[in-house]
């Protein structure tokens, strides 16, 4: 497809296993965003990667997330030993290739997690 | 520290003109974004401004004042679909865009 694709739509899970969550960039897009937002409020920045250089964890909450990009494309968010606090949404975007401060992120529709 | 605010809900009745401030306070700034979420989908991208002054596309229009740290989003003619979402967001001078979020404001239009 022409947007950004993420999988699945929606996970629930026990407290305590570990989840994935894949998001497939558009096209050609060599930056890549991973947020959460939870209930009510706004984007919280997790991770993002820019094309082969080191990606920027500096927003993940905890050691249980990690994040990986594998060959500049597809990227998958690993959650381990989930807890209930990391019930959100988990949005993915994808920006186009240069430096231009105007590009827009383009977002997929998210991961809702339900942890119980 | 980052900080960005906007309101956390308004209403108005269809057909109106609404207006949404944003204040931001950040370390560095490349530009002010405006996207739309509605609820259950994705956040779609409105505006950008970068520059001091009134951008104006169609029935939205978005204005910032570098030197005020403020923006806003003016909807004109508000139609039933408008009731969304409108999130702010500002890059800082990362240059691959990492973008800070405000909370959002919801807007309701009414009949």
């Known amino acids: 497809g022409a947007g950004v694709s993420q999988s699945p739509s929606n996970k629930v899970t026990e407290k305590g296993k570990d989840v994935e969550l894949r998001c497939d960039p558009i096209s050609g897009h060599t930056a890549l965003y991973w947020y959460r937002q939870s209930l009510g409020q706004g984007l919280e920045f997790l991770i993002y990667f820019q094309g082969n250089s080191a990606p920027d964890k500096s927003g993940l909450p905890s050691d249980r997330f990690s994040a990986e990009r594998t060959g500049g494309s597809v990227s998958t968010l690993t959650i381990q030993r989930t807890q209930q606090e990391d019930s959100a949404v988990y949005l993915c975007a994808s920006r186009a290739t240069g430096v231009e401060p105007n590009q827009p992120q383009h977002f997929g529709d998210g991961t809702r997690l339900s942890i119980l | 520290g980052q900080n960005i605010d906007q309101p956390t809900e308004m209403t108005a009745t269809e057909g109106a003109i609404v207006q949404i401030n944003c204040t931001y306070q950040?370390?560095?700034?490349?530009?002010l974004f405006w996207y739309q979420q509605h609820a259950g989908e994705a956040p779609t991208f409105l505006s950008y401004?970068?520059?001091?002054g009134l951008e104006e596309k169609g029935r939205f229009s978005s204005f910032l004042s570098r030197s005020k740290g403020y923006s806003y989003l003016l909807l004109k003619e508000l139609q039933m679909k408008d009731s969304a979402s409108y999130l702010c967001?500002?890059?800082?001078?990362?240059?691959?865009?990492?973008?800070?979020f405000g909370a959002g404001t919801q807007v309701v239009v009414t009949p």
């Open positions: 967001a500002v890059s800082g001078t990362d240059s691959w865009g990492k973008l800070q």
């Open positions: 401004n970068v520059l001091d």
């Open positions: 950040t370390s560095g700034f490349n530009g």
